[in-house]
């Protein structure tokens, strides 16, 4: 559907109020507050532990993780405290992250050959790989690209919570077109899902660069210059972790993007594959500690 920018403006507005009127806003407090944490190089573990102990469910997440035998510890790990100390305040920033965010994911309605179970599994992937990019080929520890891999499809999330029935009808479009999720949702409603994760995160008030990230990921092409290597990094993870089994729905396959964004970052295809391997690792690691 062709609409206006004003009108289309309009339309997320209307779905950003929805979000904010609904149990996945009571999610927006802490993940923001984790966000800003990562964000201040001036914050410690206190802060980190302060905005943890406010949600006991969330605590109690942390807590399981770093009892669990991937960190080795001989004894009980009972206070967030003693986690940080266990395994340090930089992995507890994405455990604590990751575990909250999963709570968006948790509303278990499969149909189409699509699940949040899955799709959950998906942004995971893509959080991992998109760090490990950042870290192995730029050296940078890139703050918020982890939380932007957690973060980038949260507009699906939308689309199945609040729009089931239209969603439905898009998933069966595209699979009728052969054509993209995000090429459908636009040609339905005049605009996708990268717009509806943009106007969330603008709503929630996470830090631009994520932002943009999430609402440029399948359009790295028209992302503003200062974003692009996030943006683009996100959409290589992201279009990796289809083609490598990652996905959450039938994937068609986009004939040479993968190589178009390596050759935008400069990457190489054979350090690629490494970090790849990397990535798939941490995967099988995490389903083996009942964390996935
Ligand atoms: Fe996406
Ligand atoms: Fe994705």
Known sequence: MLISDEEKLKKLEKISERVRDSELSSIRNVT???VKIINDSKSNA?????IIEIDPPLTAK???TANSAYYYSRRQISDIEE????????NLKEIALSQKVCEIFQKNDDFMEYSRTRLWKHCIA???????????????????????????DIGIIVEDQFYEEEFKQVLHDYQIDKSTLHTAESKFWGYDHADIGQAVASSWQLPEDLMISIGFHHNFEEVPPDYMRMATTLALADNLCHESGFGYRKFFVQKGLTRRLLDILEIKKYAMDMIMDGMKKEIKRMEGQGIL
């Open 32 to 34: 923001s507050g984790i």
């Open 126 to 152: 893509v959080g991992l790989l998109a760090k490990m990019i950042y870290r192995m080929e730029f050296g940078e520890s890139g703050e918020n690209i982890y939380a932007a891999g957690l973060l980038h």
């Open 62 to 64: 942390v807590l399981r």
């Open 46 to 50: 206190r802060d980190l532990k302060a």
């Open 83 to 90: 986690a940080v100390i266990w395994i340090g305040f930089d």
